[in-house]
């Protein structure tokens, strides 16, 4: 394996692979990314900071905000989001399901999340007819241990993942009722392991519910999710929960034409 890594460091170019490492630390900021930053981060002196956020701006994948004087990702960052979105097949086969899913459950949002590494990212929505609305965008980022999608996504890897994981987590709560205990998460894992499905009950986002199943591959993988969300002004607790058949026979449906054999 070393070998391996050591040919293929042979054919990288380290100033693009450094740029490109750049990107990805300024997408985990919520603010703009600093020529400081850039030097601690890449342990880099300043010129070479400059140098690579003044590449990236020219390429037109960083703007400078003149307020801070620090360097955001640009709005061409997304033409690539778009295209690896539409680049993924399961997007492709699962988007008509959910599409006659959310036809039976109009004040409710329909979702398709995926896993990638460590991240649960929502990649489609079908927003509800009905208003208030939650607020979405494709590659929203979903905590792992209080979403329906997350803990979906997460109960079916091993129990080492799921330990280093937890172990890595520095775990919030975003409503009163986000559970944060370390030991309390691996039994509800287990629980949605069991069970087959995932529930958010305003875990994540007060008043909104969420009841979501896997989709597997032919294999047996889990390789995506799917949900049906809503603000209980919209649809209750009780509402969500009464779905959760019907969200399963989809990701079903969904599993067995990408060549899953649940009865295998």
Known sequence: MAELEDKDDKYSIKAAARCLKLMDYATTLARPVTIGDVCKELDTNSNMAFRMLNTLATAGYMSRDEVSGGYRISLKSLLLSRSALQSLEIRRITMPYLELLWNQFPKANANLGVRYEDAILLIDRIDTQSLPRTYFTPGKELPFYCSGIGK???????????????????????????????????????????????????????????????????????IAAISLSALETNMSQDEIEAALPKVKETADRISSLIGYDHLA
């Open 152 to 222: 979906v996504l997460t109960a079916f890897r091993s129990n080492q993942e799921i330990d280093n994981l937890i172990a890595k987590t520095n775990f919030k709560a975003y409503t009163a009722y986000t559970v944060t205990d370390p030991k309390k998460i691996k039994e509800e894992l287990e629980q949605v392991r069991q069970e087959g499905v995932g529930r958010d009950r305003e875990e994540f986002v007060t008043n909104d519910n969420c009841s979501a199943a896997p989709i597997r591959d032919a294999h047996g993988h889990v």
